[in-house]
């Protein structure tokens, strides 16, 4: 309640906000001021083919272009809603299976050369280098390659006429400069300086990056698109929570990316501060173990049962645990999406909240109440582990949330937390009962033939519940080749459907995170998919400015 | 002298040489490697792949005698949590962590010191108490807990410190030379103090005892029969004295700080020599973690060593071995 | 910490010495041994006590987080659990690492002390020199590279680790104790007399080795408490369904503003529970302390002093 109510004066405290600005306008330039982001976790590599952690991303989505740029719907068939960016427009084969980028003559690299047709054909061919090893190689999987018709037209071939082929090339491939990556072998770009200090074609341009401390973009005045409105962007490295919010409290931070119910609550009544709720394409869940994870050829002893896992969905008050991690702001599982995806559907069936219902299955399956109370079948115990990040604290209050819900089934739960890179290792090794895991989806449903299709069951692969129905893989590959929006929609829809009856997970919540920001900053539109998607158009009024959002564009002193 | 020397010094290869192994397996024995990082979209294949390009899929063996020549020849590795070559993210480390653990060590023994005196001065009364009631106080504090409370104390409802972080973010690289030094200041204060206030109740307690050994020597006897004041017997003749172990303490204490201010550094976000060991730790940083346990283990035995140099060049009693 | 960070600094300051006059008072003393009995009580029988089960969760949604009530005297934390039948819980679980993981500490580096002092020669110098080494690892270090490389530890596995890297300081004292004791003149009489080693050990060096033992082995409880709180702050110590009052203090500190009662109650006791330990401690050290070493021994090197 309270906080539905912070949103809304937050809300309307912007809209006063936003008619002091168009006053100001008038007044003076939008463009100035410094925005500081505190930040849990350092950037990785600073190249987007390699960039792998949320920083990283952040950081190359602002120095580096796309050829074209996704709508905020994020529409992925076609190019419908598509906007210009280093191409100025584009033209499509008859066969549609190439189509022919024009580039901005405009468009400069930050050190001041132009953008050429043969850093397309350089980029795509390094995509899809195997030595580079990006991690975006199955996303491009239909792009065959670039060629350079003129200096300012390039050419990209596709294998298949797709209905994604465009949002494979313009969503998944950032261009970058052939004439300063050329001579460094694709293998060595991971620990090259480049990777450092990337220059791209965006309207930020990088600044500068102490690891673990600081990350400093500055606008480029120069570009083809027109400078960034703000001066500069500085991420701080903060890994305690407490004290990066503590520095958003004291000014000494604007944006605060992740907060807690109490943290929000403490904002209450705070007139620099608001709520900074954005959206995601990451769900979060339960996963089970299809699997005997000592003899994978096997199923799972428990698990191996759909109604096992039916009646463990059905006792488990989701609504209840979501009101209590996230109090108000948090946003429930439809169903194995997370609502922002285009083919997001928010009447799915469900197992209902029905514990009756649930003790009945599985006293009817055999596992029966033991003098503890505790549930066995035939000498086994009815008892588990879940594994759980302990990086993730949600995850981790979860955890705990269900071992008690289901202790009160007579499923014993033992929470099994440990330390990313360890939990990653028993994904991989498929060495788990259950697990509450995270995945992440681009705009398009193409992610779930990695993550729930056949194709990536096997060991190795991303499907590390193991679970695998052909109809499932045949409706999700009707909706990837359907041409017509709604008939992709209702296939992928029919596919989500089957996933959710056959029940290899608990489908948890949508994670939306909600963030705090200082009320001096403007924002633009948050894209579902990446907040920071128009940071360029953020601004800070200048009556609103503080010093150090009037230290200009100067150059630092030494 | 010079032998006992290059003879502490053999050792002390052979202990970090010991412990970088045991290190090396213990680490590698974990599950989860520098590329199991969370990252939800990077398949397993493309992990192995890049596991492979750094030979981390190359048996214990190779990997071990590589990583050692390679030491040996100045080469550290890359740190794949810190985007840069080992030798450049402890050579950034470093000398934040030397900067708070000294101001903090010289802070505390100088609070030490004199809160001893007034103790040892004042016994029996209540100011002697008080002093050594609130000393047991802060003996008792977990570190992380005073980092914490000075934190929200002088960070958030009395913001007169900034709440972590070494210098300004933004303005530092735009200030003058004289308020960059402000600056830093003002960003050391309370992590120093931190570290300070617990180890000072620490230092007390030890150079109280000192001093309540030496008092009733003769020589104390002696200074008191000539008609001295209290004050300077204890000035002059009785801390003079104490004072010889507590250089044994120092060389103790600089390396047993780093301990403290693993929980400081984090709490404070100061990326120092503490914060990068257990972020390595976290992030399977293999080169990482094994030069940070190294350096780490350099600061006890260069601590122990200078104490025992200083001790015997401070004690003519021991100068004539 | 000053317990983590200066364990160093504790190994030299429950060395033996001659203490001049008490530390503490005697009304301190006293209070510290109430303390210590009533803790000592809540520890074995206070579950019993209160009807709500530490990890049983009431209502997640309606009783998340209240204030202190008569229901729930010290309110109820993010879960909807009774933080008193919590706190009763962790007074306990603290409690039984730091005792468990100090005796581990003092068998192993008495046994360690008085063979090494005892057998002097080479087995001596070879022994010191392993402790020289693995004292050159800080131990938070050290702790938390074991802990958080195989999280979750199990209970007793978190003991023993606390325990078996408690040791070192208390092996170098006792190991200069039993080198003295070795020579004094009823041990060797006893030798003459053709007693075996185990047994002049056993009975004419162990028992003057104890006193100090008994020193550093009350401080280490405060030490370890401490310590265990500081890897739960790092979310490597003791975890639910055992948890300590370091891991209730680490679930709650990020309510700390709007549900200071979660974290209040077990960081008070904790703290009492130290400063009871170190009080106890420095009295124990007043008491016993007279009849230890001679003279410049006090003096004793940090480092074995090469012969």
């Known amino acids: 309640m309270r906080f539905s109510l912070l949103l809304a004066s937050a809300a309307s405290l912007l809209t006063l906000a936003a008619c002091s600005e168009t006053r100001q306008a008038a007044s003076g330039s939008p463009d100035g001021g410094t925005l500081v982001i505190a930040t849990p976790t350092d950037a990785d590599v600073l190249?987007?083919?390699?960039?792998?952690?949320?920083?990283?991303?952040?950081?190359?989505?602002?120095?580096?272009?796309?050829?074209?740029?996704?709508?905020?719907?994020?529409?992925?068939?076609?190019?419908?809603?598509?906007?210009?960016?280093?191409?100025?427009?584009?033209?499509?084969?008859?066969?549609?299976?190439?189509?022919?980028?024009?580039?901005?003559?405009?468009?400069?690299?930050?050190?001041?050369?132009?953008?050429?047709?043969?850093?397309?054909?350089?980029?795509?061919?390094?995509?899809?280098?195997?030595?580079?090893?990006?991690?975006?190689?199955?996303?491009?999987?239909?792009?065959?390659?670039?060629?350079?018709?003129?200096?300012?037209?390039?050419?990209?071939?596709?294998?298949?006429?797709?209905?994604?082929?465009?949002?494979?090339?313009?969503?998944?491939?950032?261009?970058?400069?052939?004439?300063?990556?050329?001579?460094?072998?694709?293998?060595?770009?991971?620990?090259?300086?480049?990777?450092?200090?990337?220059?791209?074609?965006?309207?930020?341009?990088?600044?500068?990056?102490?690891?673990?401390?600081?990350?400093?973009?500055?606008?480029?005045?120069?570009?083809?698109?027109?400078?960034?409105?703000?001066?500069?962007?500085?991420?701080?490295?903060?890994?305690?929570?407490?004290?990066?919010?503590?520095?958003?409290?004291?000014?000494?931070?604007?944006?605060?990316?992740?907060?807690?119910?109490?943290?929000?609550?403490?904002?209450?009544?705070?007139?620099?501060?608001?709520?900074?709720?954005?959206?995601?394409?990451?769900?979060?869940?339960?996963?089970?173990?299809?699997?005997?994870?000592?003899?994978p050829a096997r199923p799972h002893p428990i698990f191996g049962d759909a109604r096992v896992r039916r009646a463990i969905s059905m006792a488990l008050d989701r609504r209840g645990m979501l009101r209590n991690v996230f109090d108000t702001l948090g946003a429930i599982a439809y169903g194995p999406f997370p609502r922002s995806l285009g083919s997001a559907d928010t009447t799915l069936r469900l197992p209902p909240f029905d514990t009756t219902h649930a003790a009945a299955l599985l006293d009817s399956l055999g596992w029966k109440r033991g003098a503890d109370g505790m549930r066995a079948r035939d000498g086994h115990p009815l008892a588990f582990t879940l594994q759980v990040p302990t990086s993730s604290r949600v995850r981790m209050t979860y955890a705990t949330l269900i071992q008690d819900q289901l202790r009160r089934l007579g499923i014993t739960v033992d929470i099994g937390g440990m330390q990313f890179p360890e939990f990653m290792a028993h994904q991989d090794a498929r060495d788990f009962d259950a697990s509450l895991n995270a995945y992440s989806t681009d705009p398009s449903p193409g992610g779930y033939t990695q993550n729930w299709g056949s194709g990536g069951a096997h060991k190795g692969g991303s499907n590390s519940v193991g679970y695998s129905n052909p109809v499932f893989d045949a409706l999700l590959d009707s909706a990837l080749t359907s041409f017509d929006p709604a008939r992709a929609r209702a296939y992928a829809v029919r596919a989500y459907q089957v996933l959710a009856d056959d029940a290899p997970a608990v489908w948890l919540y949508d994670v939306l995170t909600v963030g705090a920001i200082s009320t001096r900053i403007h924002t633009a539109p948050l894209r579902a998919d990446e907040w920071w998607a128009h940071l360029a158009d953020w601004t800070i009024p200048p009556a609103e400015r503080i010093d150090r959002d009037r230290i200009g564009l100067g150059a630092a002193k030494p | 002298m010079a032998r006992r020397l290059l003879a502490r010094l053999g050792q002390a290869a052979v202990v970090l040489w010991v412990v970088l192994s045991a290190v090396f397996l213990l680490i590698h024995a974990a599950p989860g490697d520098p590329f199991s990082f969370d990252a939800p979209n990077i398949s397993p294949a493309i992990r192995a792949q890049w596991r492979a390009a750094f030979g981390y899929d190359r048996p214990l063996g190779e990997q071990y005698v590589r990583y050692l020549s390679s030491a040996l020849h100045g080469d550290l590795g890359y740190s794949h949590s810190m985007h840069e070559p080992v030798r450049d993210?402890?050579?950034?480390?470093?000398?934040?962590?030397?900067?708070?653990?000294?101001?903090?060590?010289?802070?505390?023994?100088?609070?030490?010191?004199?809160?001893?005196?007034?103790?040892?001065?004042?016994?029996?009364?209540?100011?002697?108490?008080?002093?050594?009631?609130?000393?047991?106080?802060?003996?008792?504090?977990?570190?992380?807990?005073?980092?914490?409370?000075?934190?929200?104390?002088?960070?958030?409802?009395?913001?007169?410190?900034?709440?972590?972080?070494?210098?300004?973010?933004?303005?530092?690289?735009?200030?003058?030379?004289?308020?960059?030094?402000?600056?830093?200041?003002?960003h050391l204060v309370l992590p120093a103090l931190t570290l300070t206030l617990l180890s000072a109740a620490a230092i007390l307690r030890y150079q109280r005892s000192e001093l309540l050994e030496v008092l009733p020597m003769d020589f104390v006897r002696t200074a008191r029969a000539k008609g001295l004041d209290e004050h300077t017997v204890l000035r002059r003749h009785v801390l003079r004295n104490a004072l010889l172990p507590v250089i044994t303490l120092l060389g103790l204490a600089f390396p047993a700080l780093l301990g403290g201010a693993l929980f400081v550094e984090k709490v404070f976000a100061w990326p120092g020599m503490g914060y990068l060991a257990a972020s390595a730790i976290d992030a399977r940083d293999y080169p990482l973690v094994l030069a940070s346990v190294v350096v780490g283990s350099c600061m006890v035995i260069i601590g122990n060593l200078a104490a025992d140099v200083l001790y015997r060049l401070a004690d003519p009693r021991l100068r004539r071995q | 910490m000053p317990a983590t960070s200066l364990a160093a600094i504790r190994h030299e300051l429950t060395r033996p010495r001659r203490a001049a006059a008490p530390l503490g008072t005697a009304a301190g003393t006293r209070a510290a041994l109430a303390a210590l009995i009533v803790l000592g009580v809540i520890a074995i029988v206070g579950p019993y006590l209160w009807h709500y089960r530490p990890t049983a969760q009431l209502d997640i949604v309606a009783l998340k987080s209240t204030a202190p009530s008569w229901n729930h005297p010290l309110g109820t934390d993010r879960f909807s659990r009774d933080v008193l039948a919590r706190v009763l819980f962790g007074t306990r679980i603290s409690l039984a690492i730091a005792i468990l993981a100090v005796l581990v500490s003092a068998t192993v580096g008495t046994t360690y002390g008085v063979v090494a002092g005892y057998a002097g020669g080479w087995i001596d110098a070879v022994l010191m020199r392993l402790i020289d080494a693995l004292l050159s690892v800080p131990r938070v270090l050290l702790l938390i590279a074991v802990l958080a490389l195989w999280n979750p530890v199990p209970l007793w596995g978190l003991i023993?680790?606390?325990?078996?890297?408690?040791?070192?300081?208390?092996?170098?004292?006792?190991?200069?104790?039993?080198?003295?004791?070795?020579?004094?003149?009823?041990?060797?009489?006893?030798?003459?007399?053709?007693?075996?080693?185990?047994?002049?050990?056993?009975?004419?060096?162990?028992?003057?080795?104890?006193?100090?033992?008994?020193?550093?082995?009350?401080?280490?409880?405060?030490?370890?408490?401490?310590?265990?709180?500081?890897?739960?702050?790092?979310?490597?110590?003791?975890?639910?369904?055992?948890?300590?009052?370091?891991?209730?203090?680490?679930?709650?500190?990020?309510?700390?503003?709007?549900?200071?009662?979660?974290?209040?109650?077990?960081?008070?006791?904790?703290?009492?529970?130290?400063?009871?330990?170190?009080?106890?401690?420095?009295?124990?050290?007043?008491?016993?302390?007279?009849?230890?070493?001679?003279?410049?021994?006090?003096?004793?090197?940090?480092?074995?002093?090469?012969?």
Request: hydrophobic content about 50%.
């Open chain 3, 160 to 307: 023993l680790l606390i325990g078996l890297t408690g040791w070192f300081g208390v092996a170098r004292q006792v190991r200069a104790q039993a080198l003295a004791v070795r020579d004094r003149d009823f041990a060797t009489a006893a030798r003459a007399l053709g007693a075996p080693p185990w047994l002049v050990a056993w009975r004419h060096v162990l028992p003057n080795v104890l006193s100090p033992v008994i020193i550093a082995t009350t401080l280490a409880v405060g030490d370890v408490i401490v310590l265990e709180a500081g890897l739960s702050f790092l979310g490597i110590g003791a975890r639910e369904p055992m948890p300590s009052l370091g891991t209730m203090f680490q679930d709650a500190v990020a309510q700390s503003v709007t549900a200071w009662w979660a974290v209040f109650s077990p960081g008070i006791v904790i703290v009492v529970i130290v400063m009871a330990f170190n009080t106890l401690g420095d009295a124990l050290r007043d008491a016993l302390d007279p009849r230890q070493l001679p003279g410049h021994a006090m003096h004793e090197h940090p480092e074995p002093v090469d012969a």
């Open chain 1, 47 to 295: 190249l987007p083919p390699l960039a792998a952690t949320q920083l990283s991303r952040e950081v190359c989505d602002q120095v580096f272009d796309h050829l074209a740029e996704i709508g905020d719907s994020l529409q992925t068939i076609g190019d419908a809603g598509f906007t210009p960016r280093l191409a100025q427009r584009w033209d499509w084969a008859r066969d549609s299976l190439s189509i022919a980028f024009h580039i901005d003559p405009k468009a400069r690299w930050h050190d001041g050369q132009p953008v050429r047709a043969s850093d397309v054909r350089f980029t795509v061919a390094l995509y899809k280098n195997p030595k580079l090893a990006s991690p975006f190689t199955p996303q491009v999987a239909n792009i065959d390659s670039a060629s350079v018709r003129d200096s300012l037209t390039a050419v990209v071939w596709f294998h298949q006429r797709r209905p994604e082929a465009f949002y494979d090339i313009a969503y998944q491939v950032a261009i970058l400069p052939e004439h300063l990556l050329r001579d460094i072998a694709p293998e060595k770009l991971m620990t090259s300086q480049f990777a450092r200090h990337p220059v791209g074609t965006g309207r930020f341009r990088f600044a500068r990056w102490d690891a673990g401390s600081r990350l400093e973009l500055v606008a480029d005045t120069a570009n083809y698109r027109g400078r960034a409105h703000l001066d500069r962007v500085v991420y701080t490295i903060t890994p305690d929570n407490n004290t990066g919010f503590t520095q958003l409290l004291s000014g000494q931070a604007d944006l605060f990316e992740i907060t807690t119910p109490d943290q929000l609550a403490q904002l209450k009544g705070n007139a620099k501060v608001r709520a900074f709720p954005y959206p995601s394409l990451q769900y979060a869940f339960m996963g089970f173990n299809l699997h005997d994870p000592k003899q």
């Open chain 2, 89 to 186: 993210a402890l050579a950034a480390a470093l000398p934040r962590t030397l900067l708070l653990m000294g101001v903090a060590l010289a802070l505390s023994f100088a609070l030490g010191v004199w809160l001893a005196l007034v103790e040892v001065r004042y016994a029996g009364t209540w100011r002697a108490r008080l002093t050594h009631r609130v000393a047991l106080f802060f003996y008792s504090l977990p570190d992380f807990w005073l980092a914490l409370v000075m934190l929200m104390a002088f960070a958030y409802w009395l913001p007169l410190f900034p709440a972590g972080g070494i210098v300004d973010p933004v303005l530092h690289d735009y200030m003058s030379p004289g308020r960059a030094l402000l600056d830093l200041l003002r």
